[in-house]
């Protein structure tokens, strides 16, 4: 009943807040759909964009293009109309539910929504999703910006995704299910299926000056040109987060303190297990085609060996990037790593990309000792192209990426880098390589999209650490010599999904959305598992959901 009576309000608020948009603020929400088109305008061999820096700022974005034009095509002029049809009309279609604009303030809210339905014709099994929410948003004076948004789910998913579900208590990339124990202390749900799990996000940004910038809130942040990042993705749950940006001449360099939870011991009552982490991220635009970035990041515990508290260690509050002589300095057992982001455009509409993450490097171990188990350097090349064969708004882009065994992982688990029971970089995590392809393509509001990913990774069998989960400390390593990837159980995996859906209200990515997953995972010793589900469903598209592994 209070969810009827809560619809008509929000309803009659649509209808009685008619103003114009204005042009967007804040950040660009993480989400490849809604800003594919608009990433494509920014690799632009006419101007200097630091693309590798996710997610991107409306204030940067309105520099160099203009959002509300590029949007021109997906729906109609913004004129008042004069029929109270017509802004009913506007509302439901082109604009955001409620907004409310004055001299010194502007606000901004709308639905959030997942009402979506399938099949697991493998297992003969319905699959739902029920996702009700909203976001707010909008600005206070000319440089402080502010964001929050909540939803609220249930769901059932297909056999292999509900499996990963129990498995790690975790909704890929949306946070823990509410687990409750029964008299056994087994873990059951609402109703033996379907999952309860909720997810709140949001940031207040200030922007200082012309080159200064602050963003604290709880969220993701993405390092990188790819769908995947082997620096830093979307991938895990959000998290709590504080960002200086400072953006001179054709440099940006970023500095982000990071808290992360540790959920790995299921029955705590007090609180999970913390950890920090402090990255640096310098991206240089060295001409209008060539960016090149560095990367660092260190992670450490909230505790120490011995269980005392440690906290924020404020050393780390170099602002200088490159920590791992900080780290030294200090006789630190903390977990730290560097890498290298690159990117080129060719031609007019054409992006080669790629990343090199150094976990640990030792030359002579490079050289002389292939397949010793420190030799954790993770690659990433990629492709991209826009407009492909002079196609309008015909999108194809490959990436291959390979990480090898122990990547990511560290002595004390708790330092490894993940969060939330999922990596921090690839949802694979470590002993893999995988290539992932897409072909996009848009016609005013209708999208269609295919993705084709293959992956080789190593499981675990009892007892023994491969190198693939990266929550097991790497001293447990079977071999110190003639590792390779994919060792342990062998797996190979082929995933599909092919989707189309229309656009109707491209404000907040409100879609109707028809698709299929094909999935094929070969696992040695034990055989074939098959994967053919079909989804539909009305939602809101504003955030990346990993769920091809």
Known sequence: MYRSVFSFIFLVCTLLLRVPAFAQTGYVPL?????????????????????????YNYREIEKVVN??????????NRVFAKSWKQKVWDKLFNDDAISLYKKDFTIQANPL????????ATHHKKTWVNTRGFEIKGTLGKGLVFYTRFYENQAVFPEYLSNYVKDNLVVPGQGRIHVLLDNTGQHYYLDGKAFDYSMADGYVAWQTGKYVS?????????????????????????NLFFKFSLDVWHLKYQVLLNQYLDIRDSTMTG??????????????????RVSLSLFDAVVWSATDNQGQYRGFDFQYLNPMIFLRPVEFSI????????GFNMSVIVGDHNVLYGQLLLDEFNLKNVLYHRGYWTNKQAVQLGFKAYDLFKIKNLYFQTEF????????????????????????????????????????????????SYELLYSIYGTDPPGKNYGGDIYKSYLNHVSDYGNYIGQGIRNRLLYQDIRASYLINPRYNLNF???????????EGVGTTNTAYIYFGIRTSLRNLYYDF
């Open 31 to 55: 989400n490849d759909q809604f800003s594919n088109n608009l990433t494509g305008k920014l690799y632009n061999k006419n101007f200097r964009f630091h693309t590798s820096i996710r997610p």
């Open 67 to 76: 959002v509300d034009s590029l949007r021109s095509a997906q729906r109609r």
């Open 113 to 120: 929504m997942n009402f979506s339905a399938g099949y697991d």
């Open 214 to 238: 602050f963003q604290f809130g709880h969220g993701k942040n993405f390092y990188g040109d790819g769908y995947r990042s082997l620096l830093l993705s979307d991938n895990s749950t959000a």
């Open 271 to 288: 609180g999970y297990a913390r950890k920090f982490s402090a990255i640096h991220y310098l991206s240089w635009a060295i001409s209008k």
């Open 331 to 338: 006789g630190s057992p903390d977990n730290a790593l560097v």
């Open 401 to 448: 990426n390979n990480v090898p065994p122990y990547t990511y992982s560290e002595r004390e688990e708790i330092i490894n880098y993940g969060a939330y029971n999922q990596p921090l970089a690839d949802p694979f995590g470590a002993n893999f390589r995988e290539s992932v392809n897409f072909l996009r393509y848009n016609y005013k509001r209708f999208y269609f």
């Open 513 to 523: 959305t028809l698709g299929a997953v094909f999935r094929n995972l070969q696992t």
